[in-house]
Each structure stands twice: as C-alpha cells, then as structure tokens.
C-alpha cells in the first residue's frame, strides 16, 4: 500500500509499472463483486463526473478525511475531456483502495474503450505511456460495479432508469465483464437520463440505444425495487447538481465542465433530503 500512500500524498507521476500495480490492486478488490453493491448507511456522499479535473477530486479528497463515518460513491466518468485525465483516474482508485469499507467506484459511460478513444483518455495514456498502460485501465473499466442500492432506502448508478428491470436480482444477473456496453440493460443503466415529464421511455438523441425516462419509469422502477431516492450522474447543470420527480432523483456533477458548472457533491441527510457541498 505504500503505492497508494504516495499518490494520497500528491504523486502525480507514476511509472508503467506502478500504473499495472494500482489498477492491477484495483481489478482485485471489485473482480468478484456483484454488479449492484449492497451499501449498508444512509450516510452517503455521491461524487458525479470528474472528468480529469483533478483540484475538484483533491477536494473529494478532503471531504472523505472530514466526513470519516461516511461512505463516498463515486458515480463514474473519471477520464476524458478535462486536463489531467490520468492523475484523476489514480486518485480515485488510491482513494478507494485506502479506504475500501466505505469508498466505491461505479462504472460511468465513459469508462468503456469506444468512449475513451473518441474522448481523450486513450489519447492521453498513449502519449505518456504506451497501448499496453490503456488496457491496464480498461480492465478496470471492466470490472466496476454499475450500481449501489440499500433496501428501502436508495439506488444510484451513473445515468438512469433502464427499460423492462423490475428487481435488483434482473441487474445481477447480467455480464458487465467487457471494455464496452454490449448488453442494453447495462447501456441504459451508464446512458439514460431523466425528464421532468409524466411518461415512461423515449428515444434519447445522444444514442439510439439510450432511453429517456420520465415519472412514470422513475416511480414504478423505485416501487418494485423498494427504494426512497436515487442518485445519478451524467449531465451537467450550472449549479452542479438537479432534482426531479418531487425530489427524489438527484443528479449531482463534480467537474467545471469548462467553467460552465459549479460542481457539487451531495450529501444524503435524514428524511431523505440532500445537503450540496462545494468542491471549488
């Protein structure tokens, strides 16, 4: 662990072989974890998309050391776009190896290899590194789980609702196990996202096997789960975090996005209501 130390302690370069040594630590720890991970508080952080901006993990960082009772889920998309993709990516992985009672990783859109190569994290490991550090990462993609539940009480994943799911058991049940999204649940689950308008599925322009789900889908999927609130990722709004369905879906986004968002976390509190905490 003397690896994953450094990096808690600013490391920012790593070598070939410390990259195959934390993602290989990582691909341990979640290799044989279910797809849903059972979480066992009501005291939840939820981290939405950081997209290489790492003084918005460092600040993560931070609240993981001040809130020490509670757990962290990482909601995905760690990589692409923004300007140090890699040293983000390996924060997060040492912040959870350091801590992996109560800090998860989930598997966003973006952690696939179509997606990293049209985005920018391909491009950037290959420069700095070689093919072969990409494939270290990519099966670390493959292995993150793609949701947290608590029963009676919350769900989260990266993107949304997903058609014809009416039990955890459906979602167990289905191979995430590629360096893409093959499987149409498990698509839905990283791409879908909500509308604030009573109706169940429609297209969503951002793929033709995406959905948009409305109140409808929402209220009947947290019914035959039994679940109070979900937590989601995967779009950006200027204050950083969204409510919908009489709040009891958040969305919450953790990155500048260029300076066009506050970014955010959330903080799950009693009565299932959220409290926002800044991270710049």
Known sequence: ?????SILEGNTKLSKDEIWQLSGMLQDHYRSSPNVLDIPTDNVIFIGDLHGELQC??????YIKKYNKHHFVFLGDYADRGPEQIETFNLVMALTLSN??????????????????RYGFYNAVTRAYSFDVFKHYSRVFEVLPIAVYKHASLFACH?????????????QGLNRRHPNFPDDIIFQMV???PKKNDFMFRPNPRSGRARIFGKAAFTKFMEDINAQVMFRAHE????GYQTFFDNKLVSVFSSTSCTRVQPKIVRLCKDYTIEPLALI
């Open 159 to 171: 993107g949304g609702v997903p058609e014809d799911i009416s039990s955890i058991a459906e979602i």
């Open 57 to 62: 993990t460092l600040a993560v960082q931070q």
């Open 236 to 239: 950006a709004f200027p204050q």
């Open 191 to 193: 791409w879908n996202d």
């Open 100 to 117: 992996p009672k109560r800090v998860i990783m989930l598997r966003g859109n973006h952690e696939s290899d179509s997606v990293a190569t």
């Open 1 to 5: 662990m003397e690896l994953v130390r």
